[in-house]
């Protein structure tokens, strides 16, 4: 469940849940259970934070909108994806072809999904109020 400030785009979910939820979770860590300090006596939270999410939820969603977008890539999209079905399930069609597209950097966003999922809760944690302001 995300943060009630979430900046998150919930198109992320209908794309990869286990995505989203991830990110959900380091930005809700990010705003209330940050070790960063603003000074000596404030930690980081939604302020300092949410331009960071704001940015990153916009790039990914850039991605989706320039990589997913209109009829033509939706046609392609979904032409890859029944021939991977019908190669890796059915085990027909062309495993070769599978191997040299490269085709699944483009369901992982060029590895970003999977290091997402990889990554501790407090990745992001690491407010720096000089980068962001």
Not at 90 to 109: A, C, V, Y
């Amino acid at each position: 469940m995300a943060h009630p400030q979430s900046v998150l785009n919930t198109d992320i979910a209908n794309y990869n849940q286990a995505f989203y939820d991830k990110l959900a979770a380091m930005e809700e860590f990010t705003y209330d259970e940050s070790t960063r300090f603003v000074d000596e006596s404030t930690t980081a939270g939604f302020e300092e934070y949410s331009p960071f999410w704001t940015s990153f939820n916009d790039a990914i969603m850039g991605y989706f909108n320039n990589s997913i977008s209109g009829t033509d890539m939706a046609d392609f999209l979904l032409g890859i994806f029944v021939h991977a079905h019908a190669t890796i399930v059915r085990q027909r069609g062309s495993q070769q072809l599978l191997e040299d597209g490269n085709f699944f950097s483009l369901f992982d966003i060029d590895g970003l999904v999977s290091d997402t999922l990889s990554r501790p809760i407090d990745y992001y944690d690491d407010y720096e109020p000089e980068i962001l302001m």
